[in-house]
């Protein structure tokens, strides 16, 4: 880790520690004085000049504490904005990759799907098909839904409204999913450290959790899928910025969210189950983090998405150049 | 909460260059077998491959040249060995030379031990087996009853070593003894390296369910060995054999080892493969790809000179687990070729490595044990 990434991670924790009860306001508020928006943008353009290994540090941070903003897209959807030349968003701002409808005539006609956090946030950055444009929202209509975590996961119905489209050349969906498994990764690690704490403070029979065997096994195998996603993420992260092959780590991405995703179900089962009742409570904190996975595994891709994805690019591939590919690119990373 | 620091994999040549160079050596020595035999291919014995792999300067590589190593770099080692393993290349007879038994004698050995016994091995012909388990001392390693007494001018040994990996095709064992009458557990053991030719040493196979001869039992009675026999400390042998388990534990071989079955998969179902069979594909490559970037993590480590006994458990934990989970997920998505018997080599290979892959978790350290370091790294024990 560079200095500059352990000092982001530093901050990071210290600010998102300090929102824990505040309100959606105060939170975002909190963390936008901190700078974490212009994350991505270069120092040239007035950015903080981060790199996708910064990025994804920071979403481990928030995925630890199940921070309730949509920090990740407003990185994204401002790094992004950036790119296809459009003034920032001002405020808060989610991303919205999902778009049914299209521009005509600097307007945009119908759905934004599944915004994260589409309700509280005050601008929306939408790509679809190699363009980029930035709707304010208080013009939208909004379906509310959310994910099984309660996180607002909205759909935006606009007519008729104005927007400037810009070409832009970044595969958002792919960043997004980044952008997940370093929340996954975070979530799993505090899944496992509460499970662990637990265990050594919990008595049955006499004895702490921890010193049954059963138990120990159990959780054994927890942290090394939780050491599994965050391997992966890192790597990913690292390729990303490196870019050996020049297709924004495409393999390195699809493979980390689809590992991350294989873990979920081991992850949340296993700490409930460490965790017994109590665990199972609206008051215990521990669903804040399992529920999160859980929604998380289906977004930006879930496991037959990027199994496919990946298997058809694999398959293509053949027998003896899937590793003659996964070689050769981390050898030029 | 984390249990796995992970290190930068970085080698201080071409990477690229060196996979050429084993790349076109493989093209040009890699034997034609029955590809069953490609699988679990670590295990797979062909002391002609490991003379010419000797010969091409692929063992031993990390030693020094004047005992006939090649000095280079241990990621640099890495790269190669990968490129052995991903290929099915037959590298069971020097093995664990290479892997363990040269590294100690580096370690703890006498400059007498490292003459006669680091050139043979670097060649590719002199190959070495590990005597740990005994009949009441397996996962319970620590209930080793065999001993070395001393007597004039060496030891007399007596007692018995089992699941000796390739004992019947290697000149020496290195294997721990118990050297304090009377003592307990971890303490009183001691090292000795015990050439297999001696008299009062006698190796019996013992056949696997599959019909192959890997393991064997070894009987030691009243052999004598020389004084310079021992390695290392008198009484230290519990702490350098166990040291000498994180490389065994650590290596690209307890995820790669299979690696042609997955490849001979990809080419069955060629370039357009129906979802299913896509899906099964990805989810496999995704697996492959993480392990991978956690071997190279551990390796990194362990070139850093940090002792990763933790992070080694969870890469040999994982990756023996989706070693095990490769031929049953194959298995449940073929077509025709899942019936096993229709001569085609995905079908040769799958048939061996379900019959296999239940030792994966067994040999080296098992699962259960895997998990209580992990534990003991959560420290939960």
Redesign the interface.
């Known amino acids: 880790m560079s200095e500059q990434q352990a000092l982001l991670v530093e901050s990071a924790e210290s600010i998102f520690e300090s929102v824990g009860e505040a309100t959606f306001a105060e939170a975002w508020t909190a963390v936008e004085d901190a700078g974490f928006g212009i994350l991505l943008v270069d120092e040239a353009s007035g950015g903080f000049g981060g790199d996708w290994a910064d990025f994804y540090a920071v979403m481990r941070e928030a995925g630890k504490r199940a921070l309730p903003l949509p920090l990740g897209e407003m990185v994204l959807g401002t790094w992004c904005a950036h790119r296809a030349g459009l003034e920032a968003p001002p405020g808060m701002a989610s991303i919205a990759v999902e778009v049914n409808g299209e521009v005509r005539d600097g307007h945009f006609s119908g759905v934004l799907q599944r915004v994260p956090w589409g309700r509280r946030v005050n601008a929306v950055v939408a790509v679809a098909s190699g363009r980029a444009w930035v709707l304010p929202t208080h013009g939208a209509r909004i379906e509310a839904r959310t994910n099984p975590a309660g996180e607002p996961r909205d759909d935006l119905h606009f007519g008729k409204a104005a927007a400037t489209p810009a070409a832009v050349d970044v595969d958002l969906w792919l960043c997004a999913a980044l952008m997940r498994v370093g929340q996954m990764s975070g979530a799993a ?2 899944a ?2 509460m499970s ?1 704490e637990h ?2 403070s919990r008595k049955q029979f006499g004895r702490v959790l ?2 049954f ?1 059963a ?3 159990n ?3 927890l ?2 899928e ?3 996603v ?3 993420g ?2 990913a992260a690292l390729a990303r910025d490196r870019d050996p092959a020049g297709d924004g780590a495409e ?2 991405i ?3 969210k ?2 991350a995703n ?1 873990a979920v179900g081991t992850v949340t089962s296993t700490a409930h189950q460490v965790h017994g009742a109590i665990g199972f409570t609206e008051e215990y904190p521990l669903h804040r983090l399992t529920r999160r996975l859980m929604g998380w595994r289906s977004e930006y891709g879930n ?2 998405y ?7 690019r ?7 150049g ?2 003659r590919e ?3 690119r ?3 990373a | ?4 620091a ?1 290190h930068r ?1 970085a080698t201080s040549t ?3 260059a060196l ?1 050429a160079e084993v790349r076109a050596f493989l093209d040009e020595n890699l034997p034609e077998a029955n590809p069953a035999r490609r699988t679990n291919c670590w295990a797979v014995l062909d002391p002609d491959f490991s003379r010419r792999l000797g010969e091409a300067g692929f063992i031993g590589m990390l030693w020094p040249k004047r005992y006939g190593g090649h000095e280079r770099d241990p990621l640099e080692r890495y790269v190669v060995l ?1 490129e052995l393993l ?1 290929a099915g290349a037959p590298v069971g007879s020097h093995w664990i030379a290479d892997r363990q038994t040269g590294p100690v004698l580096l370690r703890y050995g006498t400059e007498a031990q490292r003459r006669k016994y680091l050139p043979g091995m670097a060649r590719g012909e002199l190959y070495a087996c590990i005597g740990l388990s005994e009949p009441g001392a397996g996962s319970d390693l620590a209930n080793i009853r065999s001993t070395a007494t001393r007597v004039e001018g060496g030891w007399r040994l007596k007692g018995q070593k089992v699941w000796t990996t390739n004992a019947h095709d290697a000149a020496v064992m290195l294997t721990l003894l118990r050297t304090e009458h009377g003592s307990e557990r971890r303490h009183g053991l001691s090292q000795f390296l015990v050439d297999l030719d001696l008299p009062g040493v006698e190796v019996r196979p013992i056949v696997d369910l599959v019909g192959h001869h890997e393991f064997n039992e070894v009987f030691i009675d009243d052999a004598e060995i020389p004084e310079g026999a021992l390695v290392g400390v008198e009484g230290e042998g519990w702490t350098q054999a166990t040291a000498e388990l994180a490389l065994e534990r650590s290596g690209p071989e307890r995820y790669l080892s299979s ?1 042609v079955l ?6 069955a ?5 129906d ?1 299913v ?7 496999l ?10 071997s ?2 551990v390796a990194a480590k362990l070139a850093s000179g940090e002792d990763p006994m933790v ?1 080694a458990a ?1 890469v040999k ?2 990756g023996n687990s989706y070693e095990q989970a490769l031929p049953i997920a194959i298995q449940a998505a073929l077509g025709s070729e899942a019936q096993l018997a229709d001569g085609s080599a995905l079908a040769g290979m799958l048939a061996m490595l379900l019959q296999s892959s239940p030792s994966f978790s067994l040999r080296g350290g098992t699962r ?1 044990i ?3 370091i ?2 003991r ?5």
């Open positions: 690690d505090s496992l450290a662990v265990a050594n921890a010193k065997q138990v120990q096994q959780l054994a195998v942290a090394a939780a050491a599994a965050n391997s992966a890192q790597a393999l390195e699809a493979a980390a689809l590992r294989m496991d037959r990027w199994a496919e994805r990946l298997g058809v694999v398959a293509r591939l053949g027998g003896a899937l590793w996964i070689t050769r981390s050898d030029l | 909460m984390s249990v796995f992970i994999f071409d990477a690229q996979r990968e991903a690696h997955l490849a001979s998969l990809i080419d179902a060629g370039p357009e493969p979802a069979l896509a899906g099964v594909i990805g989810r490559a995704a697996e492959l790809w993480t392990l991978r970037q956690m190279m993590s992070e969870v934990d994982l259960e895997m998990r209580g992990i534990a790294g959560l420290r939960l024990r």
